[in-house]
């Protein structure tokens, strides 16, 4: 029963043979005494230990064997979006031969911008966006604004020119951008006249009106708007403007491809980049791993590690790249029953270490420590102090058994709602 069904089935089936065991003793004895002669507890007891044990087999392999289902299907959805992003590049190539027929060195170079584009992550897509202008239409002045609560913020800009760093949402031709989902030119650049007074431009005359604002959409709303301050008049034609509506679609696409990845990635428990679970996943887990402990009375300990960049920049640019030497590292320190997880900034490390006390757990942080610091690199910005915290069960060793249940729990509750930015 308990291979088969699970922990509570295995051991209700345990109980239910052992009542049966004593009542068919009480019958035979004539229900004389409530300790028949050849009562014995060792057989129930055997069989019911070997229910509870047999049974959190099976649920941890049930559990194992949803995890892969969970990865697989991510591999599958990476597949397909995979060859949805190569029809779109192989259509738009195919167009632009179409329109381009006479001028291949163009259809050559925004092929080159697009693939720069679809390759690129979520945090070097605006990079990648504003180098693609910069060579398609020689573009010098341009800054992408991303949509922030009411405003726009500056997120990268390209050549050097008075901007402002935050604009309200709906102002000026930042407004008719958002309302028409597409290009807008600024009128002033064909029309000697004043805008009229429904759409007041309130910007200082110190951050004149860009010339062209391009919006790119994301899976639901338009998220990033790039401002074209300056062009060469030459360039001002009909084709350069359908070809800068051509790279935003393009821009759009890979970051609608990226916020779905995102919001697949956070679905599933473990992180593809380092192996380890993700918060959510390693919080319910260890919760249960807690529950555990309590019921069969077994220490458990917590070891929270940060990572500590001595370099201030090292806090802005790097994340993943304090993970990247643990994969050798953690399999020396710890065992298949520990839960491994991480933060989503990668600079935070959980241990949950099983059938281990402070003292236990203060030598894993130390070995961690050690191996860590001897495996570091030469990047002055990847120079790090490591910084540990732990948290103990131990029922056996104390006596206010719910007061460390407590604590310990409190504090996995409190890494869930912890701000990691």
Do not use: C
């Not at 693939?115 to 341009?142: Q, V, Y």
């Not at 679970?277 to 917590?302: G, H, I, N, T, V």
Request: aromatic fraction near 10%; glycine fraction near 6%.
């Amino acid at each position: 029963m308990a291979g088969r069904y699970g922990f509570l089935q295995g051991t209700g089936t345990a109980l239910f043979a052992f009542l049966s065991y004593y009542a068919v003793l009480l019958y035979r004895d004539g229900l004389s005494s409530f300790f028949p002669v050849e009562f014995s507890f060792l057989w129930p007891s055997v069989f019911l230990f070997s229910g509870m044990v047999i049974g959190d087999l099976r649920d941890d392999e049930h559990r194992k064997l949803e995890d892969k289902g969970q990865q697989l299907e991510r591999e599958r959805e990476q597949s397909r979006t995979s060859v949805i992003q190569i029809d779109i590049l192989e259509t738009a190539l195919a167009e632009l031969e179409k329109r381009f027929l006479l001028q291949p060195e163009t259809v050559s170079t925004l092929y080159d911008v697009a693939r720069s584009i679809n390759i690129a992550d979520m945090n070097a897509l605006p990079h990648a966006l504003l180098s693609g202008i910069f060579r398609f239409a020689k573009i010098e002045t341009a800054s992408l604004y991303k949509r922030t609560g009411n405003h726009w913020e500056l997120a990268e800009s390209l050549g050097s020119f008075p901007r402002r760093t935050e604009i309200p949402l709906k102002e000026g031709i930042f407004g008719r951008a958002l309302s028409a989902g597409k290009l807008v030119i600024l009128r002033d650049l064909f029309e000697l006249h004043e805008l009229p007074p429904s759409e007041p431009e309130s910007q200082d005359s110190l951050f004149p009106s860009p010339l062209l604002l391009l919006p790119v959409r994301g899976s639901r709303e338009i998220l990033w708007m790039i401002a074209i301050e300056s062009i060469p008049f030459q360039k001002i034609t009909p084709e350069t403007l359908r070809m800068l509506e051509i790279i935003g679609d393009w821009a759009g696409t890979q970051l609608s491809a990226l916020e779905e990845q995102e919001a697949t990635r956070k679905k599933i428990p473990v992180d593809p980049v380092t192996g380890l679970f993700q918060k959510a996943f390693f919080l319910d887990r260890s919760k249960e791993e807690l529950q555990k402990a309590r019921r069969y009375q077994l220490p458990l300990s917590l070891l929270e590690i940060d990572f500590i960049p001595k370099d201030p920049l090292g806090q802005l640019l790097l994340g993943q790249s304090y993970l990247a030497n643990l994969k050798e590292i953690l399999p020396a320190i710890t065992r298949d029953t520990d839960l491994k997880g991480a933060s989503s900034t990668g600079k935070r490390l959980w241990l949950l270490l099983t059938v281990t006390d402070n003292e236990g757990a203060n030598i894993v942080g130390e070995r961690f420590r050690n191996l860590y610091l001897e495996r570091r690199t030469t990047n002055p910005l990847e120079e790090v102090e490591i910084g540990t915290r732990i948290v103990t069960f131990s029922p056996r060793a104390e006596t206010d058994k719910e007061r460390l249940f407590q604590t310990f729990l409190e504090r996995l509750t409190a890494l869930g709602t912890e701000d990691e930015s």
